[in-house]
């Protein structure tokens, strides 16, 4: 798979299911409702939501009461439903795996111990809005020239700063221009049915 940007290569995580024990006591779930669960925004790591992104790469790492029958239909029903899109030069991102043992859980921890989780890890294109979010907080307190004083007092350049606020507002339009560009050769597509 080639990529023409290498810098784009932040992953993504989230993890499913995340429930509290009152919960679990009375649901189970199914290896296909999991998969779908880790695609939603509260599942996230990161406050983004993935389904504004396109994918280039997505890894489904199941553990527990998992069989590859179900990881295959809960995978074939995202990509026949195009719940998530992929860019053009990774069609078939997915890769899986399954830990047939247990999930293991923290004694006396928030999260209820279930029979199966996933946990997946992708590059999208959604990434750009947590890059979005950084610098806007970074102008805000940039421009207030807030804790600048100590960088520069432990020997940091201010010119430092703009560059890498220049070098994060290019990964940012790198992000974008993927899911662009993806966009339109399908339109492109379209028109040639």
């Known amino acids: 798979m080639f990529i023409p940007y290498p810098r784009i290569h932040f992953m993504l ?8 024990a009152e919960k679990a006591s009375h649901e189970q779930f199914s290896v296909a409702e999991i998969t779908n669960t880790a695609f ?9 939501d993935q389904r504004h992104g396109k994918y280039m790469a997505c890894c489904l790492m199941y553990r527990g ?15 026949t439903k195009r719940t998530i899109q992929f860019v053009d030069r990774c069609p078939n991102g997915f890769k899986c795996g399954i830990n ?5 859980m923290i004694p006396g921890g928030d999260l209820a111990k279930v029979k199966s989780v996933v946990c997946m890890i992708s590059n999208s294109t959604s990434v750009a809005e947590v890059f979005s979010r950084i610098d806007h907080k970074f ?42 560009e993806s966009g339109e050769n399908e339109d492109e597509d379209e028109g040639d049915y």
């Open 13 to 20: 995580s989230s993890y499913a299911p995340a429930i509290s």
């Open 40 to 48: 939603e925004p509260s599942s996230m790591m990161a406050k983004c």
């Open 65 to 79: 009461d998992v069989v590859t029958k179900d990881v295959n239909a809960a995978v074939a029903t995202i990509k």
């Open 100 to 104: 047939y043992q247990p999930p293991t």
């Open 139 to 180: 102008d805000l307190m940039y421009a207030k020239r807030a804790y600048v004083h100590w960088y520069v007092g432990e020997g940091m350049e201010e010119g430092e700063f703009s560059e890498a606020r220049e070098d994060l507002a290019a990964l940012e339009k790198d992000y974008e221009e993927v899911g662009a």
